[in-house]
């Protein structure tokens, strides 16, 4: 039998819950599934007796990623800019080889021009809140299903080079070998090599960054006010930020007014924004394969590499 028809699974689901959310649930559970993500299995879980909650899950091996991205939520939740999911539970079934987050469940709805203006806004008062004096964060983390390493540094050029940029070349050439891998990689190494001077810029701190922030990693509720999920957070430089937001060009252009108003980028952000987004290219590269070759082949040669 499916597991995800077995009563006794979903009894041993509620179960875990209701022990760590110290709540009372009881089934029968009205299950409705969620469009959206390649990685785990969405759902929103509606107990007979109980709150309604979404709930990710996955087999055990995905327990550190719910265990980071709650990390992450809880994170992004104390700046008190954004709001973001409650955290009710990160829960672990070994003999049911189950893992899964658990979330509050909130009622969306579509956004207007303005919601977009306020969230671009705010998205500045978070990088403008949430500070630190060294790049990094508490632990290492995933964006999408990639390790992505956080050992805090003082120097950003440093950082983005090594844990960010060489990190991806490294998987890179684990996964489609050398003789696939070496114009990219070459091209890449000369550009890590220029960070220094290209990265250069008036001092700014280290902000907290959402770190994978696309159109499908915000929701707006009722009151038309974003909601970030699926966070890849560090401490690093806020137009890296950025690199993300325009890689796909899915926001409207009221989401950077609202962003500039609030806190203007800083003259030559267009080329650093075009390396942080080579980031993100090379690991759809790593995560999606050699469809996404040639977009990083484009961003090289648009930086002159």
Known sequence: MNRHEDGAWVDAVLSAISRACRVSLAGPVIRKRCPGGCIHQAEIWQPKRGPTFFIKSGPLTRADMFQKEAQGLRALALSRTIRTPGVLAEIELPDHDFAALVLEAIETCQPKFQDWRKFGSDLARLHQTATANRFGFDSNNYLGASPQINDWCVDWPTFFGEQRLHAQLRMAREKFGKTNSGSVTRR???????????????????????????????????????????????????????????????????????????????????????????????NHWNLFGNSYLLSCEDVLRELGY
């Open 188 to 282: 890449t190494e000369r550009l890590i090599a220029n960070l220094s001077q290209l990265l250069h810029k008036p001092p700014e701190p280290a902000v907290l960054l959402h770190g994978d922030l696309w159109s499908g990693n915000v929701l707006f509720d009722r009151e038309g006010r974003a909601i970030l999920i699926d966070p890849a957070p560090y401490y690093g430089d806020r137009e890296a930020e950025w690199g993300m937001i325009e890689l796909f060009g899915q926001f409207p252009g009221t989401f950077r007014e609202g962003y500039q108003d609030t806190w203007p980028l800083l003259d030559g952000a267009e080329v650093r924004i075009g390396i942080y987004r080579l980031y993100h290219l090379l």
